[in-house]
């Protein structure tokens, strides 16, 4: 298990990563009320470029009302075309009424914890 955080308060994020024999499972949670908003599933593939790299093919199933998938998907998607394994994500970010400034400050805590996760995966692939 790899656990990632940034901020504090509301902006605190913390992405957990569990690695198992078949795939990764990722908890994407923050904000002043962290539930499942999002599920995403990320299968990886070669890429249709043909220069044999990989890339991946993801679904997501946002709650009704939730947005959950928008933050989790990137993160979901490095990882799987990464490691090349499947990724299961869960996410739920909430902050009561947030303006724009809210959102932004969590965008900016993904982005941090993204290049984390990612630093930590390439050294250990």
């Known amino acids: 298990m790899e656990r990632f955080q940034e901020g504090t308060g509301k902006y605190r994020i913390e992405a957990t990563v569990f ?3 078949e795939g990764y499972i990722l908890h994407l949670l923050g904000g002043e009320k962290p539930h499942v908003g999002a599920v995403i599933i990320c299968q990886p593939r070669e890429s249709l ?3 044999g790299s990989t890339s ?3 679904s997501s199933l946002p709650l009704i009302g939730h947005k959950d998938d928008i933050p989790a998907r990137p993160l979901a998607e490095v ?3 990464l490691t090349g394994q499947p990724v299961v ?3 739920g970010i909430h902050i009561d009424n947030a303006t ?3 959102i932004a400050h969590l965008q900016q805590n993904i982005e941090i914890i993204t290049e984390k996760m990612l630093q930590r995966f ?3 692939h």
């Open 56 to 58: 991946c093919t993801t």
């Open 89 to 91: 994500a869960v996410s």
């Open 49 to 51: 470029t043909g220069d």
């Open 79 to 81: 990882l799987c075309k």
């Open 122 to 124: 390439k050294e250990s």
């Open 100 to 102: 724009g400034d809210d």
């Open 19 to 21: 690695t198992t024999e």
